[in-house]
């Protein structure tokens, strides 16, 4: 069991969530997981000014008193207050699936998200090319093939995080 104290205070290689005092090491580190992490934010970078958006790329994400997330790629609108660890909700959350992710694991990852308040919660498979809206119903998959928001208006085509 680590403290909340500790965690914060403590630089982890690749960086690791906390959940209720146990550090969790994170899938990342693999192409298919690394690239789609990358297109997405310089598909979201792009739009940066346009939409008044800041994007995020591995942030820590305080999302409830005993647990912190680092989300793939998170995005913050651009007046929200400047936070070394995010605790105001992003406006959108993205994860990438890793091939060692499990259903249930990534499902509480996501769940914490949405508690927190994050109204956009993002899900992408590589190995499947395909994306998805996380919501309190569920999975809603982008049959056009792109991830959207509104307020403001984001758009990112999932042809454009694989190669």
């Not at 205070?9 to 992490?37: F, I, M, W």
């Not at 008044?52 to 409830?64: D, T």
């Not at 982008?142 to 758009?155: C, E, I, M, Q």
Request: hydrophobic share 40%; charged share 25%; proline share 5%.
């Amino acid at each position: 069991m680590v403290s909340v104290a500790e965690y914060r205070n403590t630089s982890y290689r690749p960086d690791c969530d906390y959940v209720d005092g146990a550090v969790l090491e994170r899938n990342v580190g693999e192409y298919k997981h690394s690239r789609p992490q990358c297109l997405l934010a310089v598909q979201l970078f792009n739009q940066e000014k346009q939409r008044h958006i800041v994007v995020l790329i591995a942030q820590r994400i305080q999302v409830g008193s005993n647990r912190f997330r680092v989300a793939d790629v998170c995005v913050l609108r651009a007046d929200a207050p400047y936070e070394q660890i995010v605790i105001t909700p992003p406006l959108i959350c993205a994860e990438i699936l890793s091939k060692d992710d499990s259903f249930a694991s990534t499902v509480e990852r996501l769940d914490d998200y949405l508690a927190m308040g994050v109204s956009n919660v993002w899900v992408i498979d590589p190995r499947l090319g395909r994306g998805y809206r996380y919501t309190a119903e569920g999975f809603l998959e982008a049959k056009d093939g792109v991830l959207r928001t509104s307020n403001p208006d984001l758009a990112v085509p999932l042809t454009a995080l694989f190669d």
